[in-house]
């Protein structure tokens, strides 16, 4: 029919096949193909059914994201024009079958749905992710999905975006069978047999068993409406994909696909969908480095080995396991190492009782990870991540000692937050085969990897990092050697304007309530005390001799921390908790330390607005990106937006720290800067690319177009 739609004979059932790789998206001329495929066998007397299959790995994954863009710039027809198309599958006089397998998401199950059955290999996934792009399933899957499986599936599924397996699919009703096998002749069968029945096709928009119960309908919209309010703080496309479903209970198929597609366009033209889309894209954008081979031989990894089992070293030690690669867990003491396993063990056991790990999964798991009290065995290592305490001299002593116990040709990978890479390889014969691998805490949990290149680390080294990060389930993110590289070096100028904030009059509560209102997952001092003011106080007085004189420092956190008030695993930090409990409690004490160090200072307290706590905290991670970004130690603004919604809490939502600024405006943020520099001094100068960009009414977005391979 076409190259990406083709339709052959298996007897008298056509057999339509889709062939857009890599994931078969309906990009244009997906749908179109499959039209004329359908009105051909409709019109072939010698074809009695049909089957809709993907070739290669999956069926349909979706609507083509990058069609969105389009829309929204205004380049394309708003319509989609895919409606009149299932109509047309959906009311063809021959049974359509659709066969599943890998995955049929978004516009792939919309199509499917308007099929009349649909069976699918057990291994195969359904969903309507589209929320997860910010907007809702705009070809009638909030219209046809509660039909078949109820309100109460389909809100879940079109507010929360996540896969459904083929066997939970079935139990729903979304699909009719599973074949096991080959898929395409299970199919084939199932369409003559009902071709066979002389029944006509069964059409889902004519279906209304599952939604005619107007109070159970009102219960499960009720509960999924609880649900988006508190699972999806902010987001728009949840609530309005549950308007849409609520649409299939009252209005008749036809009306609630125009509500549909009004719906559908609120969310499409939001910020927040272009924020997400750009997420999507961002997520993938990053794992390509430029002026690193896409062909670069890779180091094998097989067995890996940890040194350091506290709470980084025990979580890098799962992520190794989870992964299915052995690991060798090395600690100084039995009892450091018992305790690190004991956490190791406790964390399995919480997912295993939360049910999302088997017993026997968890006893997978730990047989590959290796106790050891020595460095005897590390030979057989093909990398090894140090996770000691983030002090220079110990860490170079390790490494040092690494150096002699390791191969030649082993990875040795540091887990520091800060320090200097170059200087740690330094204490080695071989620093190529050095490099950062800053994870995130907690290390089994969190997705993201800022791996740090070294002057020296080869491509080798780096290249393998990214596919690592990506085989630990971990979005890998290359950055360049500096004090906090990328994410903790923006994230200092964040606290510290956070601080010096509450020095200068809000309080504590209105500086994390106004960042939380924002939307991100905690508020910068609430952060603090999760991570332990500790770290940053060690790190303060390790860099101390670097301070330039003159420069306002934040004071209030060395003396919480002087007072022992090292965060919640103190029981107080900027806040006091009633340990176990981590709510975060307000404490006059606090209060009352900030107003003496404020009048000591000579800081004139006064009122400060939210709008001022916002732009003073963000507007100082955008100046202090575009500084990273203009000297290379990020390699694009995506990688800098990627690193801190994955690692920093920052809303998806609102696409990361650079691509907010584009949305603000870039002009309005370099002329806050502008005058917060008059206010505050020179911690404000404007970063030159910033100031570029926004006076030649440029992006960052264009920025990293510039940097495209
Ligand atoms: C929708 O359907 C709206 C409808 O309701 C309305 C219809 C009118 N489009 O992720 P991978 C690219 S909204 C364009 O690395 P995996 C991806 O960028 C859509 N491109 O593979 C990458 O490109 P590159 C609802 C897409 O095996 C390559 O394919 N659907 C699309 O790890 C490989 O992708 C979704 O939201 C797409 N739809 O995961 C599903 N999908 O190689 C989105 C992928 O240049 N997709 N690409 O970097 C996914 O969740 C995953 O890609 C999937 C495969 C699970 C399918």
């Known amino acids: 029919m076409s190259d990406l739609v083709s339709l052959t004979k298996d007897g008298d059932i056509a057999v339509i096949t889709i062939n857009n790789p890599p994931v078969n998206a309906m990009s244009p001329g997906v749908p179109e193909g499959i039209l004329a495929s359908v009105q051909a066998a409709e019109k072939d007397s010698a074809i009695k059914g049909m089957v809709l299959i993907g070739g290669g790995r999956t069926f349909i994954a979706g609507a083509d994201i990058k069609e969105f863009g389009k829309i929204t710039a205004g380049q394309k027809d ?6 009149p198309i299932l109509a047309v599958i959906e009311n063809c006089a021959k049974p359509i079958v659709c066969a599943i397998h890998g995955t049929a998401f978004g516009g792939g199950l919309e199509t499917a749905m308007a099929c009349h059955y649909r069976v699918a290999v057990p291994s195969a996934l359904v969903g309507q992710p589209e929320c997860k792009l910010g907007i809702i399933p705009g070809a009638a899957g909030t219209q046809r999905l509660p039909r078949l499986a109820g309100v109460a599936v389909a809100a879940e599924m079109c507010a929360f975006g996540d896969p459904v397996p083929a066997p939970k699919a079935l139990e729903a009703g979304i699909i009719d069978k599973l074949i096991e096998g080959d898929l395409l002749a299970g199919a084939v069968a199932f369409a003559r047999e009902k071709a066979a029945s002389g029944k006509p096709p069964r059409k889902t928009c004519d279906q209304t068993d599952k939604i005619s119960n107007a109070q159970e309908n009102e219960t499960a919209l009720a509960a999924a409406r609880a649900n988006v309010k508190k699972r999806s703080r902010n987001l728009l496309a ?3 994909a549950v308007d849409a479903v609520e649409a299939a209970t009252k209005l008749p198929f036809e009306q609630g696909i125009a509500k549909e597609a009004e719906l559908f366009n609120d969310c499409l033209f939001s910020d927040q969908s272009k924020a997400l889309i750009h997420v999507f894209f961002g997520e993938r954008a990053v794992a390509k480095v430029p002026g690193i081979a896409k062909d670069q031989a890779l180091i094998p990894i097989k067995r890996a080995a940890v040194v350091g089992g506290g709470t980084m070293g025990g979580g890098i030690t799962m992520n190794y396991a989870n992964a299915g690669i052995p690991v060798l867990f090395k600690e100084i003491s039995q009892e450091a190492l018992d305790r690190g396993l004991g956490i190791i063990k406790k964390n399995y056991a919480a997912t295993v009782a939360k049910g ?14 290796e106790p050891v009290l020595s460095f005897d065995r590390f030979k057989e290592a093909d990398i090894v991540t140090e996770a000691v305490f983030e002090e220079m001299a110990l860490k170079k002593k390790v490494f040092a000692e690494l150096d002699k116990v390791t191969r030649p040709d082993a990875i040795l990978a540091s887990n520091t937050s800060t320090l200097n890479v170059n200087e740690i390889a330094s204490a080695t014969s071989r620093p190529a085969q050095v490099i950062g691998h800053h994870y995130f805490s907690p290390a089994n949990v969190m997705r993201v990897i800022e791996v740090v290149r070294g002057d020296k680390s080869s491509d080798a080294v780096i290249a393998t990092s990214m596919a690592l990060s990506k085989k630990l389930s971990k979005v890998g993110i290359l950055v360049g050697n500096c004090r906090g590289f990328v994410g903790n070096r923006m994230f200092h100028c964040y606290q510290r304007e956070a601080q010096f904030l509450a020095e200068e009059g809000a309080t504590i509560e209105q500086i994390d309530g106004a960042l939380y209102e924002f939307g991100m997952a905690m ?3 609430a952060v603090g005390d999760l991570a332990g003011l500790d770290v ?5 007085k390790e860099y101390k001799h670097l301070e330039p004189a003159g420069i306002r420092q934040p004071e209030v956190a060395d003396q919480l921390c002087e007072q022992g008030r090292y965060g919640q695993k103190t029981g107080a930090g900027w806040y006091k908790y009633d340990l176990p409990n981590r709510t975060p409690i307000a404490d006059p004490a606090v209060q009352k330390i900030i107003e003496e160090t404020a ?15 916002l732009e003073r905290t963000l507007y100082a991670l955008v100046n202090e990106g575009a500084t990273i970004l203009a000297e290379g130690i990020a390699l694009r603004a995506v990688d800098i937006d990627m690193l801190y919604i994955l690692g920093y809490g920052f809303p998806a939502f609102r696409g990361g720290p650079m691509w907010y600024a584009d949305t603000v405006g870039l002009k309005k943020v370099y002329d806050k800067v502008c005058e917060f520099e008059k206010q505050h001094g020179s911690l404000w100068e404007p970063s030159p690319l910033l100031k570029e960009l926004a006076t030649s009414g440029k992006t960052f977005a264009d920025f990293d177009k510039t940097k495209e391979s």
């Open 78 to 83: 708003r319509k989609l024009g895919i409606h």
């Open 238 to 240: 949840p609530r309005k």
């Open 356 to 369: 999302r790990l088997t017993q026997k999964q968890m006893d997978e798991r730990l047989a590959l990870i």
């Open 523 to 525: 508020g910068p001092l």
């Open 536 to 540: 940053g106080w060690r790190i303060r």
């Open 599 to 613: 009048a000591k200072a000579g800081i004139k307290r006064r009122t400060i607005s939210s709008e001022e706590i």
